[in-house]
């Protein structure tokens, strides 16, 4: 019995496990541009100006060039780690089905019959989660050509609370066994002060 997990452990590792997988389509990233990227619409909007040689456009977009200065680091786009992330959102949703699986089957049999060791790989899973949403949140996907930048949005910070809840439930001990040591020593005690076994 020493192997089992608590009942409580495996609802926590079961709540981890959706939470985690919800937040597979919660905006991971916000997207915004940089100041290199501001520059070349600028750059294109110049071009597209002196191509068509009209004088009341080229005005109108060189008024534009101060609020396109002001874009630079506002956000205009999140985007999901299922939007950005290609094959990583597969392998937490896969983890996460893997763990709900692992710790909801036990939960359904009785506590006498919940077999040794129950849960015991939702910790590995979401350890593994653990590590897959730190890589991308330290190392988010790089935009080609540097004219927008990523920055990290709430999905991504409660895809790291799900991963880690299911390692905490997958090591939440199993505190029966304990309850019931110490009850059998209080009365061993108990009996051997006074004589009397409760409940003689």
Request: with cysteine; proline share 5%; charged share 5%.
């Amino acid at each position: 019995m020493s192997g089992d997990r608590s009942r409580y452990g495996l609802v926590v590792s079961a709540v981890g496990a959706i939470v985690l997988a919800v937040s597979v389509f919660l905006p991971w990233y916000g997207v915004s541009f940089t100041a290199a990227g501001v520059a070349l619409v600028q750059q294109v909007g110049d071009q597209v100006a002196s191509q068509l040689s009209n004088a009341s456009l080229q005005s109108y977009v060189s008024g534009l060039h101060a609020s396109l200065g002001g874009l630079v680091g506002q956000q205009f786009v999140a985007l999901s780690a299922h939007q950005a992330l290609s094959h990583l959102n597969i392998i937490l949703l896969v983890l996460a089905g893997l763990a709900l699986l692992d710790a909801l089957l036990p939960l359904a049999l009785p506590s006498d019959a919940m077999p040794a060791g129950a849960g015991a790989s939702v910790a590995v899973l979401g350890a593994v989660a653990t590590v897959c949403v730190l890589y991308r949140m330290i190392d988010p996907p790089s935009p080609a050509g540097g004219l927008v930048s990523l920055s990290l949005r709430e999905g991504a910070w409660l895809a790291l609370l799900g991963a880690l809840t299911m390692v905490l439930g997958g090591l939440w001990p199993r505190v029966a066994p304990l309850a019931s040591a110490s009850e059998a020593q209080v009365r061993g005690a108990w009996s051997g002060l006074s004589g009397w076994t409760p409940g003689s």
